[in-house]
């Protein structure tokens, strides 16, 4: 294990340094190990830092707690995944407070093409597990990774009819991986961990405490494409996680109930604000997607070879070329250039007729 991993950790558990801190000061230097030994005046002009921020990074002393969790980590084979490792899940680096360290064990890509999140009421009905089966076998073929939060409910009927559909899932933990909690569903994990895996950015030792679930939620909404919100009323951890979603300019899809049935209230307020669309099935995700549309290769061949591009069209053209539809995140990603350049490239491209926006912020060769 490098000694960066061990800063890394050892960051984390500097009282005051948040995500949103610990993502400030590693753009200011090369390494989290320089972190610890800059002075502190070089601390406190970092933006959020400050005199007191500051004095908590140079009074730490506590490594071999860091020592301790990299020790557990190579014990029972679990990742640790920092925004650098190319393993870590690249759709989280567009959150402003995306987790600076995460803990992993499991099978399946986090970066794969198409993820979605499945969530919903832990006392659900009939109706909710009728609706989760139903969306998840009917996008069994298109591959998706199933994310959820391994909790009673909506949440484990999704992972089981994942894994019964050969379909990959990973359930986001509020605690150490350690433990499971509930400790019901220890068999389920042991079946995802085989064709999924389980992730938290909790160390070892952490319990499931309530103020926990927040946090683990903003992970289940920013690492997918989309939330998909089955059954869940007014109030609960569904609602939040939906919220965190839209506010990641994620798309949100709830399943409508009946007006009269509570636990369906918090979808049908969702559809009703114009926060979620409204959908019904599996197919309606895949239309709403655009996970079926198809790039002709004759196309992208003439694209290429009948106009000039600036070196950053041509990244996005190649980029399109070997997907059916890519999101303008991982276009963001994955092309070497700022934001705003890569918003003009695509608006020069969208002129000239060689891509087209689809919905869900996705775009594909014309």
């Known amino acids: 294990m490098n000694n960066d991993i061990l800063h890394h950790i050892a960051l984390t558990l500097v009282p005051q340094i948040g995500d949103v801190q610990m ?34 990074i140079k009074a730490f002393k506590d490594f071999s707690r860091a020592e301790e969790e990299i020790a557990f980590t190579e014990k029972y084979k679990i990742q640790i995944l920092t925004p650098g490792n190319p393993n870590y899940p690249k759709r989280l680096l567009n959150c402003y407070d995306s ?9 399946a ?18 109706y909710g597990r009728e609706m989760t089966t139903r969306i998840i076998e009917e ?32 359930g986001i933990l509020a605690h150490g991986l350690d433990r499971i909690y509930p400790s019901a569903h220890s068999s389920l994990a042991k079946d995802m961990i085989k064709d999924g895996g389980i992730l938290s ?19 289940v909404a920013a690492i997918a494409d989309a939330t998909i919100v089955i059954e869940t009323s007014l109030q609960g951890g569904s ?13 949100v899809f709830a399943v409508p109930g009946k007006a009269t049935d509570v636990k369906s209230a918090g979808c049908n307020y969702l559809v009703r604000s114009n926060k979620a669309a409204l959908i019904t099935c599996g197919k309606d995700i895949i239309d709403f997607m655009n996970w079926d549309t198809r790039v002709s290769p004759k196309k992208i061949r003439q694209a290429v070879l009948f106009t000039e591009l600036t070196p950053e069209q041509t990244a996005i053209v190649e980029l399109l070329s070997k997907k059916d539809a890519v999101h303008i995140d991982e276009i963001n990603l994955n092309c070497d250039f700022s934001s705003s350049i890569i918003a003009a490239a695509i608006l020069n491209l969208e002129l000239q007729g060689l891509i087209i926006s689809l919905p869900g912020k996705l775009y594909k060769l014309n």
Do not use: C, W
């Open 139 to 170: 996008l069994a073929e298109h591959k998706v990774l199933v994310v959820s939060g391994l909790a009673y409910g909506i949440d484990a009927i999704a992972h089981k009819i994942a894994l019964k559909n050969d379909l990959p899932t990973v």
């Open 23 to 56: 993502r400030e000061l590693l753009q200011h230097f090369e390494s989290a190990k320089d972190i610890f030994l800059t002075k502190k005046t070089n601390l406190e002009k970092i933006p959020g830092i400050g005199s007191i921020r500051a004095q908590h």
């Open 99 to 107: 987790p600076s360290v995460l803990y992993y064990k499991g099978t």
């Open 201 to 219: 950015d909790f160390m070892s030792g952490t319990k499931p405490d309530k103020q926990n679930f927040p946090k683990r939620n903003r992970i």
């Open 109 to 126: 890509d986090l970066n794969t093409a198409k993820i979605i999140s499945v969530i919903g009421s832990r006392t659900h009905t009939e």
């Open 239 to 251: 609602m939040i996680t939906a919220e965190l979603a839209g506010n990641y300019n994620k798309d």
